[in-house]
């Protein structure tokens, strides 16, 4: 049923200290879905919880010590 509602998955991330919920869905059909859960859930727990959006680029590794076509001199 998630899936039919634009939402792929879900993990719960730093639970110790309330955590957080990592959400993976559409842009379109899960935006709402999200908004559904995060709406139902401040209901339930009678909590001002908050809902954020968005990814960064990520992490990435960039090797600058060595390029591929050089040689080592050691």
Not at 5 to 11: F, I, L, P, Q, T
Not at 15 to 24: A, E, F, M, W
């Amino acid at each position: 049923e998630g899936v039919l509602k634009g939402v792929y998955g879900a993990r719960i991330s730093g639970g110790g200290s309330g955590g957080t919920v990592v959400i993976l869905a559409d842009e379109e059909k899960g935006v709402d879905t999200v908004k559904e859960i995060h709406q139902f859930m401040q209901e339930e727990t009678g909590k001002e919880l908050y809902l954020f959006s968005g990814s960064s680029d990520g992490a990435h590794y960039r090797n600058t010590l060595h390029s591929t076509t050089e040689k080592q001199q050691i």
